[in-house]
């Protein structure tokens, strides 16, 4: 069976510290990018980040931008995102999706969710 699990996710204070990691079963995640997603309660699934097939192209959203980073490890299937500095409105379930191609599509290009890992930010 094809398909990504992420994990990682748990219950951390402000300006704590999560990894979450993607990893890919049935096929090699290295032919892809991919892009982390997060959908927030009441709220729309938005892009977080994504990452091209080698790791050499980036992009994150604004709200990220320096205290989120991803990376990969083709040699382990395994696509991470590295959560620092994080806020109660991180707060939300992070799913991970592969692209043929760069840029990562959208929320709405992508029909093969798994099940997501909760990230909860709170004192």
């Known amino acids: 069976q094809l398909q990504v699990v992420e994990s990682g996710g748990g219950l951390v204070q402000p300006g704590g510290s999560l990894r979450l990691s993607c990893a890919a079963s049935?096929?090699?995640?290295?032919?892809?990018?991919v892009g982390w997603f997060r959908q927030a309660p009441g709220k729309e699934r938005e892009g977080v980040s994504c990452?091209?097939?080698?790791?050499?192209?980036?992009d994150y959203a604004d709200s990220v931008k320096g205290r989120f980073t991803i990376s990969r490890d083709n040699a382990k299937n395994t696509v991470y995102l590295q959560m620092n500095s994080l806020k109660p409105e991180d707060t939300a379930v992070y799913y991970c999706a592969e692209f043929l191609w760069w840029p990562c599509g959208g929320p709405h290009d992508y029909n093969s969710w798994g099940q997501g890992t909760q990230v909860a930010v709170s004192s």
């Open positions: 049935g096929f090699t995640l290295g032919y892809y990018a």
């Open positions: 990452i091209d097939s080698t790791g050499s192209t980036i």
